[in-house]
């Protein structure tokens, strides 16, 4: 049982460069979030969709962009990495049906900007 | 979303109950209580939550007082793998769902 994959686990990028963070769910959940965790704190909402096609920005969207084609699938975008960007990114997803459902997180992408 | 506060750390032995704290005075009627941690280098893993009951899973329980303005998760036999850091979160039902993560407390479970 998969869960939430991310890919890839690690990188390092270029100031200036981009990128595309992936992430899917073999569970079938409406719901998905994508998260950065910087060193020492916790998480803060990036964005999150409630379903295919219907994105939605959280705390702090700036510098990113998604696209939710698919129930499966969430990518992360990364346009122009800025050292501000190095963080653990982690993806999320939750089931819709029922409004307390837990979310579920992959492990995560370690993202390095230089 | 109604704000919560725990403990910075604590240590707990092997094989000992380990009872973690959180207070959220501000909770209102249709807020739940959810606790994840997060071991090191992982992804957030879900534990426990509920709205007024207590509950147990094979995980841990979770006691919630009567007024509800506080909580506590209980891991009623500690292992080291248990080490971690341990967040509280108060999040109503609804679209979006979105958790926010505080500090936590950052559990070291000594053999």
């Known amino acids: 049982n998969a869960g939430v994959t991310q890919t890839p686990k690690f990188r390092i990028l270029k100031i200036g460069q981009s990128m595309t963070l992936q992430c899917a769910q073999d569970m079938n959940h409406n719901y998905m979030y994508w998260y950065r965790q910087d060193p020492g704190m916790g998480l803060k909402l990036i964005y999150y969709?409630?379903?295919?096609?219907?994105?939605d920005k959280g705390e702090v969207p700036n510098g990113y962009n998604v696209s939710r084609s698919t129930t499966e699938d969430f990518p992360l975008r990364l346009e122009l990495a800025a050292p501000s960007q190095t963080s653990v990114y982690f993806c999320?997803?939750?089931?819709?049906?029922?409004?307390?459902?837990?979310?579920?997180f992959g492990d995560g992408t370690r993202l390095s900007i230089l | 979303d109604a704000k919560t506060t725990q403990p910075p750390s604590m240590d707990c032995a092997e094989g000992r109950a380990a009872n973690l704290p959180c207070n959220h005075s501000t909770i209102s009627g249709n807020e739940y209580v959810y606790w994840y941690r997060q071991i090191h280098s992982q992804g957030p893993q879900y534990i426990i939550h509920g709205l007024k009951n207590n509950e147990t899973n094979e995980m841990a329980s979770l006691i919630i007082t009567e007024d509800r303005k506080s909580s506590t998760l209980i891991l009623p036999h500690a292992t080291l793998r248990d080490t971690a850091v341990y967040y509280c979160?108060?999040?109503?039902?609804?679209?979006?769902?979105?958790?926010?993560f505080g500090g936590g407390t950052r559990v070291l479970v000594k053999p």
């Open positions: 969709s409630v379903g295919a096609g219907i994105t």
């Open positions: 999320a997803s939750r089931a819709g049906q029922v409004g307390n459902q837990p979310q579920h």
């Open positions: 979160i108060v999040r109503v039902s609804a679209a979006g769902n979105k958790l926010t």
